[in-house]
């Protein structure tokens, strides 16, 4: 994919976009925590979810392109309403889009090395960090939610020994973008959502990678190569669906790192994720969330067929 100078000024596609909440009355009440499994029965990850509380509600949000999903979501809280909570869809503009990531997404730290600094932010940082540029468009999740992090942090403990890299999952594409500033040369990803596919390879324009992000249903479909390394940011429902593929995708000597596991679930997790090949090498645990990182015994790989090589960001 060519890799020229990105517009700055390009338009937001946020006309399509749809916002689905569950709102409750505070205070008291039930936690966040049953909202957020309904969002994840319906498929949505860790990243995409949202908390607004205000003095008088709690609101618990995810953002989707697809029209299936808000259908789904509709005939899912009809046939099993949630005690205490309400739900509603709203259809964003573009300029509700653009204000809601600019009230809520600043300069972020990253792991270690980095800060991923929101475009209307750019020249604005002046520390040390490596930065990388997003620009959120129609994607979910601005990158900074602890799965990304604690995927972030297992990634720099790789940094030097991977040349080619596969992000299963790729959101707006800020794994991507870490694993090319750490050394891969390569950098392919996929995602089921098709605004985050557009916003990732944007993402990757903005930060001078090449790279290229196909739509894909991950829990189908193989990936296309074995890779040094492959990250995916997913839930524990669909990583455990997916593990064969993601195992089958993992270069012979290679690592394979997920996350997107919530702390109570990660020891039945750890039980069933066994992809075929792999030894569990390091658990990394959050907050609230987990991650995990698995190695392929073996030496090289074949290299994947895809062609596409990074640089550095100015």
């Given at each position: ?43 949505f ?25 808000v ?31 600019k009230?809520?997404f600043?300069i972020?730290?990253?792991g ?14 002046r ?24 995927m ?24 991507s ?9 390569t ?61 089958q ?37 959050g ?8 190695q ?6 074949a ?7 990074s640089?550095?960001?100015?």
């Open positions: 994919m060519p890799c020229g100078k990105p517009s700055l000024k390009a338009p937001l596609m946020a006309r399509d976009i749809t916002e689905i909440a569950l709102r409750r009355r505070l205070p008291g009440g039930p936690s966040a925590g049953g909202a957020e499994d309904f969002f994840y029965r319906l498929g990850e860790a990243r995409d979810i949202t908390q607004t509380e205000q003095k008088t509600f709690l609101k618990v949000s995810v953002f989707t392109s697809l029209k299936k999903r259908l789904a979501a509709e005939k899912a809280f009809s046939k099993q309403p949630l005690k205490s909570w309400s739900l509603m869809t709203r259809p964003l503009g573009e300029d509700d889009w653009l204000h809601k990531w009230r809520h600043r972020t730290p990253l270690k090395k980095f800060a991923v600094v929101p475009l209307w932010h750019r020249g604005s940082y520390g040390k960090r490596r930065v990388i540029l997003l620009d959120p468009q129609s994607a979910f999740g601005s990158g900074t939610h602890e799965t990304t992090r604690l972030a942090e297992l990634m720099e403990t790789l940094e030097g020994r991977f040349k080619t890299f596969f992000d299963a999952g790729c959101g707006t594409g800020v794994l973008a870490a694993a090319a500033f750490l050394g891969a040369r950098i392919a990803g996929a995602d089921l959502d098709p605004g985050s596919v557009k916003t990732a390879r944007l993402n990757l324009r903005l930060n001078k990678i090449r790279g290229r992000m196909t739509r894909s249903d991950l829990t189908r479909q193989a990936l296309p190569g074995r890779f040094d390394v492959v990250a995916a940011n997913l839930i524990s429902k669909t990583l455990t669906e997916c593990q064969a593929i993601l195992g995708g993992t270069a012979p000597g290679g690592h394979l790192l997920v996350s997107g596991i919530s702390l109570k679930n990660f020891p039945g997790f750890l039980r069933d994720f066994k992809p075929r090949g792999l030894i569990l090498k390091k658990k990394h645990r907050k609230s969330w987990a991650a995990a990182l698995y392929k015994p073996g030496g090289s790989g290299e994947p067929k895809i062609q596409a090589r640089e550095g960001a100015s």
